[in-house]
């Protein structure tokens, strides 16, 4: 599995820098955010409720999960958990 090697969270532009083996790529705290998979936020996606993101939300902690990390936001959602796949998606997308 395509797992990156490093990963470093920059709180004061909020973008995680994910350092993967074809180089380094960064995703906005906001993006993330704004694209958590956790079963509630992939609901409203899906029935078209687009929350609003705030542009200053950042990301708080990062907990490892084996297959990926759980990251806590600083307004106080934690429970997504984003696959390592996932990320890179979202990087591809970008
Ligand atoms: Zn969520």
Redesign the pocket.
Known sequence: MNVPQAIRNMRGPGQLVLQWQDGEHSLSHARLRGA?P?S??RAARLQGGISLVRDDVRVLQIEPQGYGVQLVFSDG?E??IYPWAYLHDLIAQS
């Open positions: 958590c956790c509630q936020c959602h429970r997504g």
